[in-house]
């Protein structure tokens, strides 16, 4: 605790009253004559060469009619993805997906819904949440080459068909920690994933993330398509104002000369917002 003030108070973004008017798009409910896709479960996957020692579960899906399609489908990665797939939370994604890929408006898409790691031998809420920290807040090329290294061959495997690999055709999305984590994922390898969605983002002084508006003024355009959610009752903690680091990282945006989108809304901490116009930001991230 600092001035009376602590990081715990994030808790008091995670539900705000001006959430209250957000709800998931209507492309994330069943819609007539739409064939669900399939989720294929990963559970405990412990293989990785790049965080040896962890844990974590992954899921995969595929579009319905997926194999009569010749062309490599895309892809699509979320982290903290159990969040992302709960057909119950605000974001519904593998709905969406259904909707959008069967009316014609994306391609093709495999999405790879992947959890933070957890220790082998520690089951504490802590010891996960270091873990995800390590993973998601670093501002290294270990979490992308955990990504290109294992677990797309491991989808790609899994799925029985190789993905596109125009990067144009690929996107990778979070929120909070993952958030920031879909960012530096596609600048350090703008070849594995060329469009970004960050849901409140934490490019904020927890590992370093606050720096990367500066890094984005001083570092020579790279070819990314980048999406920015955030809201005025976004966290406001100790690491950090999340409303400012979000306007500051879309600033940054806009002065090198990005192809980016920056929704501002007036939720908190959560999917909500980022929910009620998901269908939308996919259509305007793969257009």
């Known amino acids: 605790m600092v001035n009376g003030r602590a990081n715990a108070e994030i808790a008091n973004a995670l539900d705000t009253t001006g959430d209250a008017h957000y709800h998931p798009c209507p492309e994330a409910m069943k819609q007539p004559g739409v064939t669900d896709g399939t989720v294929h479960s990963i559970r405990g996957y412990t293989a990785s060469s790049v965080f040896p020692g962890t844990r974590r579960d992954i899921w995969l899906y595929t579009p319905a009619g997926l194999e009569q399609h010749e062309k490599p489908p895309g892809l699509i990665a979320f982290n903290d993805g159990a969040y992302y797939l709960d057909r119950n939370g605000p974001v519904r994604a593998t709905r969406v997906l259904d909707n959008l890929i069967a009316g014609g408006e994306l391609e093709a898409l495999v999405g790879v819904f992947v959890m933070p790691g957890a220790r082998e ?47 144009a055709r690929r996107a990778i999305c979070g929120i909070s920690s993952g958030g920031i984590c879909a960012f530096n994922a596609a600048w350090h390898r703008p070849g594995l994933f060329g469009r970004v969605i960050s849901h409140c983002g934490s490019f904020t002084a927890i590992r370093g993330g606050h720096n990367f508006p500066y890094l984005v003024r001083s570092t020579a355009r790279k070819p990314l398509r980048v999406f920015l959610q955030s809201g005025t009752g976004d966290a406001d903690i100790i690491f950090g104002s999340w409303p400012l680091a979000n306007q500051e990282m879309a600033a940054a945006l806009e002065f090198a000369g990005y192809d980016y989108r920056f929704e501002f809304g007036t939720g908190g901490h959560n999917l909500r917002h980022g929910g009620a116009i998901f269908a939308d930001t996919l259509r305007w991230v793969f257009r």
């Open 121 to 167: 031998g520690t089951g504490t809420e802590r010891a996960r949440r270091d873990q995800r920290s390590i993973e998601y807040d670093s501002m290294t090329d270990d979490y992308p080459r955990f990504l290109a290294e294992d677990v797309i061959p491991l989808a790609e495997e899994t799925v029985g068909r190789s993905f596109a690999t125009d990067p």
